[in-house]
């Protein structure tokens, strides 16, 4: 018949099954054999944490560095994107905008400005002291030390759509470049630390938007090009404004000389 090659007779029926259960037994000592005891797998938990607590703050940092430096890219390009289209719309540059309209306070040129972003919203009638104080905002340095210093402090505060906040500084009336511009790249959320998510620019003669470099964080002065001297405001040991940090921001090399600036000077 058809299954008579699988057929097999008592006693062969009753020696397999004999052998199947010393499989079974051999296979159920090996797995006694192969088990934790109580102490091995608690000091096992116990390791899988000490490591977890070491690496997650450190890990949890890093992706907050990331995601300031992609805010810091999307911020500096949009800035730049927006004097292009201030050039094109008014046949100006914003300097030369601003050393027309020849004011001490710069706020008539943000709100031109930022007219070239969308839907930009008035936030404060004062300085930008004013509109952190009434957002329960401390103005923090690069060592999260308060301070009460503003690179930018000649505008109201103006924000844009996503929630950046942006204040302009002292009118470049009598200078080849300005006026300064200030970026929360982040707005309102934390940390508000000069170098970590506010920085300081500033317009050229040329169109351009470029990290301001001058020796003086509250007054607009000439640029600096050496990169030792920059450094030397861009520290965490700093009691005023670290001001500069922008520049090393922006190339992602760190102030010190050693690594780069998001992931390796970033605290």
């Known amino acids: 018949m058809k299954y008579e090659k699988y057929a097999f007779t008592l006693a062969e029926g009753s020696r397999r099954t004999g052998d199947s259960a010393a499989n079974f037994g051999k296979t159920l000592r090996l797995l006694r054999f192969a088990g934790f005891t109580l102490a091995e797998v608690l000091i096992t938990i ?22 300031l430096k992609s805010q810091f890219e999307k911020a500096y390009s949009e800035v730049n994107q927006a004097a ?28 031109k400005f930022m007219s070239y972003y969308k839907s930009p919203s008035k936030t404060s009638n004062d300085s930008w002291a004013t509109f ?3 957002n329960g905002i401390k103005n923090l340095n690069l060592n999260g030390y308060e301070i009460t210093g503003y690179p930018c402090d000649r505008s109201y505060a103006s924000s844009d ?11 470049s009336r009598n200078l080849d470049y300005g006026p300064k511009i200030c ?41 600096m090009s050496n990169e030792t001297s920059i450094a030397r405001y861009c520290r965490y040991d700093m009691e005023s404004i670290a001001h500069t940090c922008a520049y090393f921001a922006l190339r992602n090399i760190s102030p010190t000389g050693n690594g780069d600036y998001w992931n390796d000077f970033l605290k």
Do not use: C
């Open 132 to 134: 952190d104080n009434l």
């Open 183 to 223: 970026i929360d790249i982040n707005g309102i959320d934390k940390p508000n630390r000069w170098g970590y998510d506010r920085f300081v620019f500033v317009f050229t003669e040329n169109n351009a938007v470029v990290p301001y470099t001058g020796n003086d964080s509250l007054n607009l002065v000439k640029q």
């Open 84 to 111: 292009r289209a201030f050039y094109a719309d008014t046949d100006s540059t914003v300097h030369d905008y601003d050393v027309n309209v020849n004011a001490f306070y710069t706020s008539q040129v943000l709100e």
């Open 161 to 171: 759509i996503i929630g950046r906040t942006w204040v302009m500084d002292d009118s």
């Open 46 to 67: 116990g390791i899988i944490g000490v490591v977890a607590a070491l690496t997650i703050p450190s890990l949890a940092t890093n992706i907050t560095h990331r995601k």
